[in-house]
Every structure is written in structure tokens, then in C-alpha cells.
């Protein structure tokens, strides 16, 4: 109970914590300290711009729960991390045990006005020892990702309601005009999906805390002139 209890304080909507004046100033560039600790996705920086990081993921295998109807990003991503969590505890058809990983993203649709839910879908990265047959259990699916390019911010702090949509705005403003922005909306028509929420940091660490907005998106890689 004390080890859930500790996970889900990640999931808090209180808001504090330092950061890097640089990078608060940017957005971008800072490491993922969790990284360093436990397993996350491997990607390759394309390019840091004003405001924004192009990352190429390589092939990747994440656990999500199916669609989640909610008002709150906060409140649906606690729900799907609770699913997750007992899945990576055992409860999943193996009864395996699985590494804790980084990040823990939820994917949002958002509504069409403040009052209405937006669909949510919370994923766990799949370590690499377990990513050719994932545990597979009941309200979880396995989403296996072809290599991806994702347009990123970084900010600081807990995720809130009110800060997600402040950050993937201001991410959208700095990609304008560039040819990632073109992808992004290109890409867009395969997916209901306008953005990504990362969550990396134990909530002990009120240092340097680094949460993120992905916008994904496809590119054919001799496509890319820097």
C-alpha cells in the first residue's frame, strides 16, 4: 500500500518543484532524470528549436487501457495509472511481475467545449525483456509503435488541468511555420489523438521536474532537410 501510495502522489494536481532556468525558458532539453534510474524509450534529438525538441523514437511496445470519458486529464490519468499498476503487479493473465518504466503517458482527445469529457488513454512503456509477448490482460491492449518522430515541451512542476492545455499551445506556437508543424497536422487525419502528456518523476523529487507534451507525427526520413 505504502509502494501505490508513492506511485499515485505522482499523479497528484499539486504544482511546485524548481527547474533549470534554461530550460524553463526554453522548454526543451533536459533528461529525463528517471531515465537514468529505470527503463524508458530510446530516441535520437533531431533538432532543438525555439521552444520545441524533435525526437525520433525508435520501434517501441506500450501497455494502454481502452478509451477513458472524463473532464479531468488528472483524474482519468490516476484512473488508467491504477489499472496499470495492478498490471504490472501481477494482475495480468501471466501473473508476472513487470518493471516499473518511464514515462507514463496519457494520450488526449479533447472535448469540443470545457463542459464535456475528453477521451483519454493511459499507457506504460513495456520493458524490452518483456515487449515480444507482453503480459496480456483484460481492459489493457498492447500498442506497438513503428519508429515516430515527436515534437516535444517540456515544463516543470505536477500536471494540472489548467497547465496541460497552456504547454501543448505554446508548443503549437512554436512549431508554427516549420516544416514539423506540416507533418504534425498531416499526420493528424490517422488519429483522434491532439496530444501527449509524459509523466516521468518519483514525487519525491520537487527538483528539475520534467513533464512533457508530445505531438506526434510521420516522416519519411530522406524527407528531412535540416
Known amino acids: 500500500m505504502l509502494k501505490l501510495s508513492f506511485l499515485l502522489t505522482l499523479l497528484s494536481s499539486a504544482s511546485f518543484g524548481h527547474w533549470h532556468d534554461e530550460a524553463k525558458r526554453s522548454g526543451v532539453a533536459i ?8 527503463e524508458c524509450p530510446v530516441f535520437d534529438v533531431i533538432q532543438l528549436g525555439n521552444g520545441y525538441e524533435i525526437r525520433r523514437y525508435n520501434s517501441s511496445v506500450w501497455m494502454s487501457t481502452s478509451s477513458i470519458q472524463d473532464i479531468s486529464l488528472v483524474d482519468a490519468t490516476r484512473t ?7 498490471y504490472i503487479q ?5 501473473e508476472e511481475k513487470i518493471e516499473m518504466t518511464a514515462p507514463v503517458i496519457t494520450e488526449v482527445s479533447p472535448s469540443d467545449g470545457p463542459f464535456c469529457e475528453s477521451s483519454f488513454t493511459v499507457s506504460f512503456y513495456v520493458p524490452k525483456e518483456n515487449q515480444a509477448n507482453p503480459p496480456p490482460a483484460k481492459g489493457l491492449h498492447v500498442q506497438r509503435w513503428k519508429p515516430t518522430y515527436v515534437a516535444v515541451r517540456q515544463f516543470n ?17 512554436s512549431l508554427a511555420d516549420t516544416i514539423w508543424a506540416a507533418a504534425i497536422e498531416k499526420s493528424r487525419p490517422d488519429s483522434t489523438t491532439v496530444y501527449t502528456v509524459a509523466q ?20 519519411e526520413d530522406e524527407l528531412l532537410v535540416m
Open 80 to 86: 488508467g495509472f491504477l489499472r496499470l499498476f495492478d
Open 31 to 38: 533528461y529525463p532524470p528517471a531515465c537514468t534510474r529505470i
Open 90 to 94: 501481477g494482475k495480468n493473465s501471466y
Open 157 to 173: 512542476g505536477f500536471v494540472t488541468d489548467s497547465n496541460v492545455g497552456e504547454e501543448a499551445a505554446a508548443l503549437q506556437a
Open 200 to 219: 516521468y518523476n518519483s514525487p519525491f523529487e520537487f527538483d528539475n521536474r520534467v513533464n512533457e507534451i508530445w505531438m506526434q507525427f510521420y516522416i
